[in-house]
């Protein structure tokens, strides 16, 4: 029993510094001395009943330092049943952003993917041979597209994959949220640095037209109704290597709102397990599965420390050096979001992430799921 355990500690303490050495190696970018550049941008904002959030995102894009000539924004309304459009239809009049705004005619063929299939109409209208992509729900800095812009500072830069941090309120269940996106983000871009680019998140990308129109846009995956970034990144990085880049540089952070309940809470992750088991790199499902096991064999071990007492030392150890391994790759990512890591908070979510992930990682593959109002079956 003592050898299972360290096994699947021992492979965890490797993951996690693999981690570590991914999130180091691209290191900051410096801000504020790189040569100008002139390529034209598309911003490209699919949305859905985001009248709570979306002139939050309007004001950042009009607040941009690139030059107004530089970039346009294409808006792609997928039926919203509040006053979504009545807003951007004002930011259009009284703004001085280049705007469009396309309404999504509902159709049969893309009813399982209706983002994918906003996206694509507003990539089919950009001008920009770079499109950047974010979500109605996000807040972005001054400076968020001229350090996008900054990351196609070479050609074989095919796809950037930019940070994504979540913020709430100092309630536990938002700072859970808080942590365990940080963690997911800090791993995004780790293996993108360890050129086995497995996640990233469509909250804040940008990639060039000519490299989507390559792999055939989101062709091939029109059936499942996320995946919109993963995906591609994915398909890009198979027809360009080393094309894929994480863009760690403090302008270009994205902010978003964690869920308000464990309901949304639930839906949202079933929405993101939809896609884990159709990644297209090989092995992908290597480490969603043993993370799985491994937490599975934490609360074993918790377990075994009350059965077997003359083992506590031992699985203490155990125990004491994930969670260092853990503190040291969620410090190095928060620090870097601009978020502050609560030690006894870190605790409480060491404790009960195992618990977590065994409860979601089976029920998020049962059932439908919700989504911006619409019913999708997993």
């Known amino acids: 029993m003592l050898l299972y355990f360290f096994v699947v500690f021992f492979l965890y303490y490797l993951i996690v510094g693999l981690f570590i050495l991914g999130w180091h190696h691209a290191g900051a970018r410096p801000v504020g001395i790189s040569k100008p550049r002139t390529e034209f941008i598309s911003i490209v904002v699919p949305v859905r009943n985001e009248e709570k959030n979306i002139a939050n995102l309007l004001a950042g894009i009009e607040r941009q330092s690139l030059p107004k000539d530089q970039f346009e924004l294409i808006i792609i ?9 009545e ?12 705007t469009q705004l396309r309404q999504r005619e509902l159709d049969a063929k893309h009813q399982k993917s209706p983002k994918k299939s906003a996206l694509s109409m507003g990539i089919s209208e950009a001008r920009g041979e770079i499109i950047v992509t974010t979500d109605g729900d996000c807040r972005i800095g001054d400076n968020w597209l001229n350090s996008m812009l900054d990351a196609f500072d070479q050609e074989e830069v095919k796809f950037v994959s930019g940070p994504v941090a979540l913020q709430g ?26 050129s086995y680019p497995l996640i990233c998140n469509g909250a804040n990308l940008a990639f060039r037209k000519s490299a989507f129109n390559h792999v055939g846009g989101y062709h091939g995956n029109i059936d499942t109704s996320t995946g919109d970034d993963v995906f591609l990144m994915q398909k890009i990085h198979r027809s360009f290597k080393k094309s894929i880049k994480f863009l760690k540089d403090p302008r270009a952070l994205v902010y978003s709102d964690v869920e308000k309940s464990l309901s949304s809470l639930i839906h949202q992750r079933k929405r993101w397990a939809s896609k884990w088991n159709k990644y297209l790199l090989p092995f992908s499902w290597v480490l969603p599965v043993f993370l799985f096991v491994h937490y599975l064999t934490f609360f074993f071990a918790i377990v075994a420390l009350f059965i077997f ?4 030392l031992t699985i203490g150890i155990m125990i004491l050096i994930k969670f260092v391994a853990d503190y040291i790759f969620l410090k190095k990512v928060m620090n870097f979001c601009k978020l502050r890591l609560n030690i006894s908070m870190f ?7 195992p618990f977590y992930v065994v409860l979601f990682g089976v029920i998020v593959h049962f059932g439908k799921f919700t989504w911006k109002g619409r019913s999708y079956k997993n």
Do not use: R, W
Request: proline letters at 2%; a negative charge.
């Open 169 to 194: 309120s100092n309630q536990i269940f938002a700072q859970i949220q808080t942590i365990e996106f940080a963690s997911l983000i800090g791993t995004g871009g780790a293996m993108i640095n360890l």
């Open 309 to 312: 007492p003359h083992i506590f």
């Open 77 to 85: 309304d997928d039926q919203s049943e509040d006053g979504t459009v």
């Open 87 to 98: 807003i951007i239809n004002k930011f259009i009049v009284s703004g001085n952003v280049a």
């Open 347 to 353: 605790l409480l979510c060491e404790l009960l992430y």
